[in-house]
């Protein structure tokens, strides 16, 4: 009996995809359960999932997940948004919201390398006022006490000065000088204490180039923090020691502190 062409096609097609269907079995056997990636329908599966999402669904669900302050999930969405779909309309905005979804997340570290990475892919975006104020808040929120070295204020310092300095008629310029005053209230808390240390040691040559800094650099912020006055004392008594002449340093001195 001859079979006719389109019946030929038919069974060739059946039996190309047996061995196919085969293959997707084995493969989701292996951790990857291709067969029902793209066979769903047929197996009864339900909607899916989010690798199949447009741009614009992974952005608005990312956008009402923050909303709802759900950063972990929403950092999810951005950041499969920005790798699924790089040359999207929508790729900036996972980019900037990445760093806000770490930011809020409290993770500022990572935050600060998010924002920064912003700002080099799009110097001219609109939004960089925002982005390199929260950089200099993310480097700001990473501090923790006056005695630790004050490394996250100073590069909280520089972020806000490129704002003031590159925007000055920004919103965020306005943000970031406030933010520099409390930079430079940190940076004397910090030197103040260090200073006072020496001074009690009698290491007078020691605590003297500290406290003359914060006096000479940051006499607002001296003031503000009530320190002023014992900085005078202090540096009145440091001169009349380092005019006997310096003597040897001591151990805190050749250790570095």
């Given amino acids: ?13 059946r039996l190309f995809c047996i061995p196919l ?3 997707f ?3 989701g056997g292996c951790g990857t359960n291709l067969a029902e990636f793209y066979f769903e329908d047929l197996f009864g599966k ?7 999402k447009t741009a614009e669904q992974l952005a608005v669900e990312g956008m009402q997940k923050m909303q709802k302050k759900d950063y972990g999930d929403a950092l999810k969405d951005f950041r499969k948004l920005k790798e699924n779909y790089p040359y999207s309309k929508y790729a900036a905005l996972a980019e900037l919201k990445i760093g806000d979804a770490l930011f809020y997340d409290k993770k500022y570290g990572e935050a600060a390398i998010a924002y920064e990475e912003f700002a ?20 700001f929120l990473s501090f923790s006490t006056p005695d630790r070295d004050p490394e996250e204020t100073r590069l909280a ?10 925007y000055p008629d ?3 310029a306005s943000r970031a000088r406030k933010q520099m005053f409390e930079c430079q209230k940190r940076i004397v808390a910090h030197e103040y204490n260090v200073g006072k240390f020496y001074y009690r040691l009698e290491e007078y ?13 940051y006499p607002k912020a001296l003031k503000e923090l009530g320190y002023e006055k014992d900085v005078e004392k202090m540096l009145a008594r440091c001169e009349k020691e380092c005019a006997k002449g310096e003597k040897k340093p001591s151990i805190w001195v050749r250790l570095g502190f």
């Fill in 1 to 13: 009996m001859r079979i006719s062409s389109n019946e030929a096609g038919k069974v060739f097609r």
């Fill in 21 to 23: 269907v085969i293959v």
């Fill in 25 to 27: 079995l084995v493969a």
């Fill in 46 to 52: 339900g909607p899916s999932s989010t690798v199949d």
């Fill in 120 to 139: 080099r892919l799009h110097p001219r975006n609109e939004v960089i006022p925002y982005v390199l104020y929260q950089v200099g808040m993310s480097h």
């Fill in 157 to 166: 310092m520089e972020a806000f000065a490129r704002v003031i300095q590159g």
């Fill in 170 to 172: 920004s919103e965020y």
């Fill in 205 to 217: 040559h020691a605590a003297m180039p500290r406290l003359e800094k914060i006096q000479k650099e």
